[in-house]
């Protein structure tokens, strides 16, 4: 991993799959403003229009997204809370059957990777669905312990979790322009244009 590099990895744990050891690693200095959010623009587009998600389970994570600062309560797991979160979050202990990855590298340009296994052809397609969705939420719980001790930064990211939820799957969304329509919500959010954005 170079340093300027942002790495994540979700490792699935237990017979149900619903203990998820995240590795979360982010350099002190990246050129962007808002880091986590882009990551999280990126991989949430990426994962919605993967050929193992279905398309209820795509629609789910849309329609809970929606709630942008509604989620908050959710990852409170506050009595009144519209839904709870999918899985536990714990400490990533290595390697598991089932694992989620991914990494965005900064250089001239962005590069996102994207990867998973476990989820093969004999796999139930049911626990990529849980998985997926699983990985999304906990991502989301991982940045909003980071920023919670700042009002702005919260309602940076429920603005992006919102603007993620409401963007329409196929011909805004799809495998072809994916990358490209989460930048632009990150911009259109943020209002961040550093270099690597743009290009």
Known sequence: ?????????????????????????????????????LFFCLYTARLLVDKKLTLSAATEIQKQLRLGQGL??????????????????????????????????????????????????????RHFDFCASASVFALLERIYCKYVGSGEDLAVLWDCAEAMGKMELGAKLN???????????????TGDQFPALMN
């Open 1 to 37: 991993m170079f340093l300027n590099d942002l790495q994540s990895e979700w490792a699935f744990y237990g017979r149900k799959l619903d203990v998820i050891g995240h590795l979360y690693v982010t350099p002190a200095e990246q050129p962007s403003r808002y880091p986590d959010l």
């Open 72 to 125: 908050e309560k959710a990852v409170n797991w506050d009595e009144d809370r519209q839904f709870s979160l999918p899985a536990r979050v714990i400490e990533y202990k290595g390697y598991a059957k089932s694992a989620i990855s991914s990494s965005l590298l900064f250089r001239d340009k962005l590069h996102f990777r994207f990867a998973y296994m476990g989820f093969g052809l004999f796999s139930n397609g």
């Open 175 to 189: 495998k072809g322009n994916c990358l490209t329509r989460a930048k632009e919500i990150y911009q259109s959010v």
